[in-house]
């Protein structure tokens, strides 16, 4: 009798370990706290996936609510997002290769890890649409930051003068950091006490005043930069991201970020600057930009 319940004993604990084995229906691998699962095998669009199939996506493990197929991790309802996996493939419309051709001399602060980090932030960001327009969107969005700043060679404004102007004093919060701590950061040069603080609130970061934040931790800068570009018009009529899911085209891109400061006349040269860029980062990523180039 002891010998079958030693036998009885195993044998559960080895049931219970395979129920949460990469691949197993139901959540991925549990792990102590603060640590992340390891990765589910990566999405497929072709594979059909029963109610509690896991998968990972963009470095976070997924399950299904339902039965589905063809239906992107975060861009669905279908999928619930299980939380940062480790040892995983990346499956980001740009790979890391091609993020390095794109930006050969940047600062190693801007790393492709960070990058797919804060992709969890906005889930429907270049996973939207047919691959073709998720590549354009990243591509895009790439662009922009090539261009902000100049091919990810800078995580701060370098005109030191400009710091003091980022302070909006009609906000009834102010600037706590003080008047010169909002200046440009990250991909976009993100900027402005305002901006700083609806970005933190959206993203459950104080970055009001905490606005180093930006400059010192890459996926956090990665993420302002996708929080503008998801959720803000600007001076345009649209989100970059629903110009480029829509059919807008990378010319309403502009106008989103610089409206006439560029577009209408404003700056020729500098659209043109932007389409030649977007031109060359489509063809890294091995995509056709489409139409609608100008603003």
């Known amino acids: 009798m002891k010998r079958i319940k030693r036998f009885l004993t195993v044998l559960s604990a080895v049931v219970a370990t395979a129920a949460f084995l990469p691949g197993a229906a139901g959540a991925a691998a549990a792990a102590p706290s603060g640590e992340a699962s390891p990765c589910a095998p990566l999405w497929s669009a ?6 509690g199939g896991t998968v990972s996506h963009h470095g976070r493990n997924w399950s299904a609510a339902w039965w589905t197929q063809n239906e992107n991790p975060g861009a669905t309802t279908v999928w619930a997002d299980r939380g940062a996996c480790t040892g995983g493939v990346s499956d980001f419309a740009v790979s890391e290769a091609q993020f390095d051709a794109i930006f050969p001399e940047r600062d190693p602060f801007y790393t492709y890890q960070g990058l797919i980090d ?17 590549a354009r969107e990243a591509a895009a969005f790439l662009t922009h930051a090539d261009f902000e700043s100049v091919g990810l060679r800078y995580v701060k404004e370098i005109n030191e003068a400009n710091y003091g102007r980022k302070c909006d004093d009609t906000q009834p919060y102010g600037c706590p950091a003080g008047r010169e701590a909002y200046y440009g950061r990250g991909p976009i040069m993100f900027s402005w006490n305002f901006n ?19 400059e010192r931790d890459p996926s956090v800068a990665w993420q302002t930069a996708l929080w503008y570009w998801n959720t803000q018009n600007g001076p345009g ?4 991201h629903d110009a480029m899911v829509g059919g807008a085209g990378f010319g309403e ?4 970020l610089n409206g006439a400061l560029e577009c209408d006349g404003g700056n020729p040269e500098s659209v043109a ?23």
């Open 196 to 214: 700083y603080k609806a970005a933190g609130d959206a993203l459950g970061l104080d970055l009001l005043n905490d606005p180093w934040l930006v």
């Open 118 to 134: 804060a992709l969890h932030a906005y889930p429907r960001f270049a996973n939207t649409g047919t691959p073709q327009t998720r």
């Open 273 to 295: 600057s932007r389409v030649a860029r977007y031109e060359r980062i489509t063809g890294i990523v091995g995509t056709a930009p489409g139409t609608g180039l100008t603003c």
């Open 237 to 240: 009529t649209m989100t970059s």
């Open 253 to 256: 891109t502009i106008r989103s």
């Open 46 to 51: 072709t594979t059909a996936y029963p109610a």
